[in-house]
């Protein structure tokens, strides 16, 4: 029950940020906002003395903890600020997607394995999980479209549901690590392969195929909000996509240049004609000449 009215009050809160985001501020609320500030300075001070472990768990919940804020009417300006400096932090971090993609994977064989030795065909994937997929959503790395992209492939956790089931819950998300990777990523870049709702029979095999393509080479990501060009491996000048036709692009002439180009050839050509009327010229004198010549001598 208690995951239940969790799921409730974060779906609630979602459903909020969708529609504007608009708050009804009280005193109460703009004192537990002023809290929040004062404590995540404090936190970020605190990351010293943490362990790499610890470091990764407490940013993920500040990061989700002030993207929701920034998502509220009317909020500090510091929000914005601690929300930047807390995903910034996790960025710099080496292997920080590895880590969250680890821990999803973790759960999620534990699950599998809980629900195994219970005799149950499906169970709930956990907020833990939905609370890692939210973390990386903040994080707009190739390192996060790579683990995500890897993820498109991962069925585990997709349980065909009967409504005979004697173990059926209906409020049950039965969505698999690969469906959940992809609403993951068209939530984080522009232009995803599919959007709305995630078919999976349809969608997967798009995604799938969109992914070899990254992972190729071939296509590049532009993350929401970023204006450069991804590759797997880091920022890159030209934007890829294989379903568009490229075009060859010549060299630029301006039509000065262009007009010289045609002045200048049509001289050559010109200087070439008169060469050759004077060679013909100057062969013709040279015959008359010679039978003049034979002519006197006789």
């Given at each position: 029950m208690t995951r239940i009215l969790t799921a409730v009050f974060f779906g609630a809160l979602s459903l909020s940020c969708a529609l504007g985001g608009k708050v009804e501020w009280t005193a109460e609320l703009r004192e537990r906002e002023t809290e929040q500030i004062e404590l995540w300075r404090k936190n970020i001070a605190?990351?010293?003395?943490m362990s790499p472990d610890e470091q990764m768990s407490f940013l993920a919940v500040g990061v989700r903890n002030m993207k929701h804020r920034t998502l509220w009417s009317d909020h500090h300006p510091e929000i914005d600020t601690l929300y930047r400096t807390i995903q910034s932090k996790i960025l710099s971090i080496p292997g920080h997607a590895i880590y969250y993609g680890n821990e999803i994977s973790r759960i999620e064989d534990h699950l599998i394995?809980?629900?195994?030795?219970?005799?149950?065909?499906?169970?709930?994937?956990?907020?833990?999980?939905?609370?890692?997929?939210?973390?990386?959503?903040?994080?707009?790395s190739p390192e996060t479209l790579r683990v995500l992209g890897e993820m498109l492939t991962d069925p585990r956790g997709r349980v065909a549901r009967r409504p005979d089931d004697p173990f059926f819950e209906p409020w049950a998300n039965q969505d698999s690590l690969s469906d959940r990777a992809a609403k993951t990523l068209s939530d984080m870049i522009e232009n995803p392969p599919t959007t709305g709702s995630y078919d999976f029979q349809h969608d997967r095999v798009i995604w799938e195929r969109w992914y070899e393509q990254v992972k190729s080479g071939r296509r590049t990501v532009r993350f929401k909000g970023d204006r450069h060009n991804y590759s797997l491996d880091g920022p890159v000048r030209e934007a890829k996509n294989p379903d568009v036709q490229r075009v060859v692009k010549r060299d630029v002439v301006s039509p000065a240049a262009e007009v010289g180009q045609t002045e200048s050839g049509t001289s050559r050509v010109l200087v070439t004609i008169i060469a050759g009327l004077l060679a013909i010229v100057a062969a013709v004198w040279l015959v008359m000449k010679s039978r003049r010549q034979t002519g006197n001598a006789s």
């Open positions: 605190l990351l010293e003395t394995k809980e629900a195994a030795e219970r005799g149950e065909p499906t169970y709930s994937n956990g907020l833990d999980q939905m609370w890692l997929f939210q973390t990386l959503e903040e994080l707009p």
